[in-house]
């Protein structure tokens, strides 16, 4: 393996290129500065060690984003290329040498006992196409630049989930204890010592009425078993809902009658106005809204040539179906309806959608502008909020691209 160069070869590198620019060769001392400073990529984690590098961002060992060129047109979003979001280290992968061996604690139901994925899987089954999102998905957008990974628009992607639906575990075991309101999900990540553990469970409580919709506990993803980078050998799963109430690598999912006291829940997650920080006053972070954006032309293709453009991207509504979508060629001045096309993979599934223009040569700032089935618009601008969550704003998300 190539060492990096010493200081003193480095010094050498910077002398080389002024003797460069004195003998008028200014244009490769650029490029040869350049090379020398541009940052390395940073390598795949381990337990992410089976992700398209050429389709992937790492910001992190916990964080890794899919780039906004390889979302593709097909509707179901690759393992290979889909984010990861994690909260904690990832945990052993002793914990999915045996798959069927997992289990999950169910508290809060008439009949609360320990069950096993080999146990679950045979008490029903149920698969839904859903797109999970990071809450901090479009972040990088706030001017605020608010602390945390800086998400454009890959800290999502749509993903099809196979298990067993909750309320068929919730009726075999004699429905909800009386009283309860909430559905609390604990994840089974290795706590690090010496710290209180409520200051770094991830525990998440959302209303019971997510259990009677389409919640699963999943042990299947993209038709193979849940890898360990997503919450496997068994994630809970809320579609609708952002990233973080759906509980990776579950091990208790309980009904109760208040709101989890984990700070994760307490204070993290929650819609807090800028400059404060988050307590159990202030909105949670939970169901998403409707939301687009375009993926094709970007600024990173290049110029595009003169003529006829396909202009493609996702919309997805969050807890309800998309309508239709509306492409903007002028930054939203007027708008023009797109085509949805693809298969429709149900309510919680993103549709991609395609606008063909004819563009001649100039410079174009292209938006997109979804509607869900309830009449939900699409917003202009973003929620100000302190930790940048849930970014839907058309402007923050559009591209500007040039025609040459």
């Known amino acids: 393996m190539q060492q990096p160069?010493?200081?003193?070869?480095?010094?050498?590198?910077?002398?080389?290129?002024?003797?460069?620019a004195a003998a008028g060769l200014a244009s490769f001392q650029s490029q040869a500065m350049a090379q020398v400073a541009a940052p390395a990529a940073k390598p795949l984690p381990g337990y992410a060690g089976f992700k398209n590098a050429d389709a992937v961002i790492v910001h992190s060992s916990t964080t890794i984003e899919t780039k906004r060129s390889a979302f593709g047109t097909g509707v179901v979003t690759p393992t290979s290329q889909l984010y990861v979001r994690n909260n904690l280290p990832t945990p052993p992968e002793a914990i999915v040498a045996d798959r069927d061996a997992w289990v999950v604690q169910i508290d809060g139901v008439k009949e609360p006992r320990k069950l096993s994925v080999r146990e679950l899987k045979t008490m029903g089954l149920e698969t839904v196409t859903m797109v999970l999102q990071c809450s901090g998905n479009g972040r990088a957008f706030f001017p605020s630049k608010p602390s945390g990974t800086q998400w454009?628009?890959?800290?999502?992607?749509?993903?099809?989930?196979?298990?067993?639906?909750?309320?068929?575990?919730?009726?075999?075991?004699?429905?909800?204890?009386?009283?309860?309101?909430?559905?609390?999900?604990?994840?089974?990540?290795?706590?690090?010592?010496?710290?209180?553990?409520?200051?770094?469970?991830?525990?998440?409580?959302?209303?019971?009425?997510?259990?009677?919709?389409?919640?699963?506990?999943?042990?299947?993803m993209n038709g193979e078993p849940v890898p360990l980078a997503h919450g496997g050998p068994l994630r809970l799963i809320l579609p609708g809902y952002t990233g973080v109430n759906n509980i990776k690598y579950i091990k208790q999912l309980a009904f109760t009658d208040?709101?989890?006291?984990?700070?994760?829940?307490?204070?993290g997650y929650r819609i807090s106005p800028p400059g404060s920080k988050g307590d159990p006053s202030q909105p949670s972070v939970q169901e998403m809204s409707v939301k687009s954006w375009i993926n094709s032309p970007i600024p990173e293709d290049g110029n595009q040539a003169p003529g006829l453009v396909q202009i493609q991207g996702v919309a997805f509504g969050g807890t309800n179906a998309v309508k239709g979508v509306e492409v903007s060629i002028d930054g939203g001045k007027?708008?023009?309806?797109?085509?949805?096309?693809?298969?429709?993979?149900?309510k919680y599934a993103w549709r991609q959608f395609v606008l063909q223009a004819q563009l001649p040569k100039g410079t174009y700032q292209l938006a997109s502008r979804a509607t869900d089935v309830k009449g939900n618009v699409q917003p202009e601008t973003r929620g100000e909020n302190q930790s940048g969550y849930n970014n839907t704003s058309w402007a923050d998300h559009a591209v500007t691209v040039t025609v040459a």
């Open 5 to 20: 160069p010493s200081l003193p070869r480095r010094r050498l590198l910077a002398g080389s290129a002024g003797a460069l």
């Open 152 to 220: 454009t628009v890959g800290a999502a992607g749509c993903v099809v989930w196979s298990g067993v639906p909750v309320r068929d575990v919730v009726k075999a075991l004699g429905g909800v204890a009386e009283g309860m309101i909430y559905m609390t999900g604990t994840g089974g990540e290795v706590l690090p010592a010496g710290l209180d553990p409520k200051s770094v469970l991830v525990e998440r409580s959302v209303p019971l009425s997510a259990m009677v919709v389409d919640a699963l506990l999943a042990w299947e």
């Open 258 to 267: 208040k709101e989890s006291d984990a700070h994760i829940m307490s204070h």
């Open 334 to 346: 007027s708008w023009e309806q797109a085509r949805l096309v693809g298969p429709d993979m149900g």
